[in-house]
Structure formats: C-alpha cells, structure tokens
C-alpha cells in the first residue's frame, strides 16, 4: 500500500495545474515538487481513513486530494513569507501579518497593501483568494476555519522560545494543524468528519515535522532555522555525538506521536495509517537525508 501511494506522488504532478496557470495570469511564478504532491497523497490516505470500508468514489478522492494539497501549498507560501530574513520583522509583526494573512482567506477584500510586496506574500495571498473561492460557503461546521486559526497562532508563536523543550512545543502546535487541515479538507468534500480520522491526522502532521527536524540538520544550521536539533547543538555543541542524540531525540518523540495516531484506528484503517507513515519515512530518512548531507 506504501508503494502505491508513492506511485501516486509521482502521477499528481498536474494536479494543481489550474491554480498554476490561475498564479501565472497574475505574474506569480511557481511550480510543483514532489513535497506538494505528496500533500496531496497524505490528503486522499485522510480520504481513505474516513471512507475505508465504503464504495470508491473517485471524484470525492480526488476533490479531497486537491483541496488538502492546496491548503499545504498555501501554508508554506505563509510560512516563507513572514519568516523571510530580508524584512527583518520582529515576532510582533510576523504574529500581526500571518494572523492577519489568514483572516484574508475570509476577507480577501481586506487583503492587498497591508503587506510587503515580497513574492512570498504574494503567493500567499493569490492562493488564500483561490482557497476563499473553494471553501468559504462549504465549510459549514467551521472546522477548516478553526485549523487555519490554530495554524496562524502556532506559526505566530514559533521561535518565542528557542529552547530544544521550546521547539519541541512548538512542533506540536505546528505539526498539529498540518495534520487536521487534511481531515478539515476531507471534511469538507465528504461531508464526514469523525475523531479517529482526526487523531490520525493530527498525529501524522506532528510525525512528519519531527522527522523534518531529525533529518534536515546542515540546511537548517545554514539557514539558521530555531529546530529541537540546532537548538541542541548551539547548546551542546556541534560534534557527532551530540548530533546523533539530538536526532535520536526526535525519532523517540516521533514514534511515541506515530503510535498515538493509531490508537482509535480499526484494522484496516491501521494499513492505511501505516503505508502513509512508511511513505514519510522514505521521504525523510532517505530522500531529505541524502540532499541535507550535500549541504555545506
């Protein structure tokens, strides 16, 4: 199952050619990697959880798919713009600009030159636009809202405390919303909603953001990224042991969060669970692992 979900990273490539090309009218240039897609396959194993057991429905599968990697795409288009180093924003003005950002998705009409003209931003607000248009008046328990609100928070609070406890909070409270913005898109496609299916995928975000800060290490200490292993390393110092601790670290809170996101699962949903998790583990310890250690 692992495999066929990595098989289908590779086939959504033209997933969000739409929204490209929408991006593009507007002199706004992207692309798509391997990472947005498989934002898309994390949504449709989502769909799978909470429609295992019922008839296929292709189409349901495929809206969900599209619209939780929308949602990621925009997510990391907020997150790069308030955290880019040429603006120099205190932790006052990113916690003003991101909040302010995703209130946009509600109110695109408030948007516009109340941020820096920074492609970043740009993107972002674009893609908030083609979110207001996909959501607003389908999300009607306010469930997409509520995580879209925890996101802003969390990613507002991110950096106040840099401590390795510091980080490992914030990871959670990071991780967390990553996750339910997928069952939130699902919810909204499908209509269904249910607390297993959530756990599940609040426990999945919280994994794959652990092992990003287990396996990213010389981009992040380039980039001079606050992460639980760089934090520890400025501490303890830069040698092989304390790295080796420091990853190890993650990987045991990663494994507790994984085996969390299992507990309410039924057995087929289990697989499911699984495959998705061996798919971010392939990621992280060997595609992300390899390109970390070429960085100087």
């Given amino acids: 199952m692992a495999v066929r979900y990595g098989l289908e990273i590779l086939a959504y490539v033209p997933l969000f050619r739409a929204e490209i090309v ?3 009218k507007r002199g706004l240039r992207t692309s798509i990697s391997t990472a947005d897609t498989g934002s898309a396959v994390f949504a449709a194993a989502v769909h799978d959880l909470s429609t295992v057991g019922e008839k296929s429905d292709p189409v349901s599968r495929r809206d969900s798919r599209r619209l939780g990697g929308l949602s990621m795409k925009y997510m990391n288009f907020a997150d790069d713009a308030i955290d880019d180093p040429t603006l120099g924003l205190s932790q006052a003005e990113k916690r003003e600009l991101i909040i302010r950002l995703v209130d946009g998705i509600w109110e695109p009409e408030q948007i516009g030159e109340l941020f820096p003209p ?27 809202a509520s995580t879209m609100q925890e996101f802003a928070d969390a990613e507002a609070a991110h950096g106040e405390d840099i401590t390795p406890e510091g980080l490992l909070a914030s990871v959670i409270q990071l991780g967390r919303p990553c996750g339910t913005i997928m069952s939130s898109s699902v919810g909204i496609v499908t209509g269904k909603s249910d607390n297993a299916t959530i756990k599940a995928a609040e426990s999945l975000g919280i994994y ?15 980039d001079n ?12 110092g830069n040698s092989r042991k304390t790295r080796k601790e420091a ?13 969390a996101g299992m507990e309410q699962l039924s057995p087929k ?6 495959a998705i998790a061996r798919l971010f583990d392939s990621r992280y310890k060997i595609v992300v692992r390899l390109r970390d ?3 100087r």
Avoid: W
């Fill in 293 to 295: 250690s070429f960085v």
């Fill in 22 to 24: 929408q991006l593009a």
């Fill in 118 to 144: 920074t492609k970043y931003f740009d993107m972002a607000i674009a893609m908030g636009q083609i979110l207001h248009n996909e959501v607003c008046e389908r999300d009607t328990h306010g469930s997409y």
């Fill in 225 to 236: 990224s606050p992460t639980i292993v760089t934090a520890i390393i400025k501490r303890d």
């Fill in 208 to 222: 794959g953001m652990l092992l990003d800060h287990a396996y990213e290490v010389n981009a992040d200490l380039r």
């Fill in 269 to 274: 949903q289990k697989k499911i669970y699984i």
């Fill in 247 to 259: 990853r190890e670290l993650c990987l045991d809170q990663a494994s507790d969060m994984r085996r």
